[in-house]
């Protein structure tokens, strides 16, 4: 369990809107792993308000958020309201090697989905230019399996990328249960 600060202290007890930050420094243990720290890294944790409380926003939370949404569209409501973020929880992570590579990799992977589906629709339109008869279905199997599917993944890679540590639910302003590995908990604690 962490500790937690206003971040803006100036603001309104009744906002509905958080801004935290960790207390006291965090110990060079990587809390996903419990190994030595390679680098850090300063990002907030993103929270978004559910029947729940206030939840971590994952790839896992975005997506359900989103398939609840598809759920609830009626042609009377045609764009239903979807969870948007109201907490944010800054904090120094401690990285291992593990954790500083799979940002790498889920990063890379984010990039090159959105730059596939690009070339691959400029290079069918040089090929449309350059013969007649380049089958328009060819073009229906690029587009719409790199625009909702291939942006959809390159956003949940992106999101992934950026979920350092674990996190249960906001309850209150002022403590946050952290998802760790028990050597991270043994350096917090002594």
Known sequence: MAQLKKRHPDLS???????LEIAASMPPVCAAHGRPEVERRRYPLRFMQTNSGRIQV?????LRAFALTLAKVRP?????????????LFGDWALCTRCVQRFRRLQWTSRILMLSGIILIAAYTIARMLVNDLLVPFFLLIAPGWFPIGIA???LCFIAAR???RCEPLVDN???LIHAHPDFAAAVRG
């Open 13 to 19: 007890p009744n906002t509905k809107f958080w801004v």
């Open 58 to 62: 994952t790839a896992c939370t975005e």
């Open 76 to 88: 009377w409501n045609p764009l239903p309201n979807m969870p948007e973020t109201n907490a944010y």
């Open 153 to 155: 993944l390159a956003g």
């Open 163 to 165: 979920t350092y540590v």
């Open 174 to 176: 002022s403590t946050v």
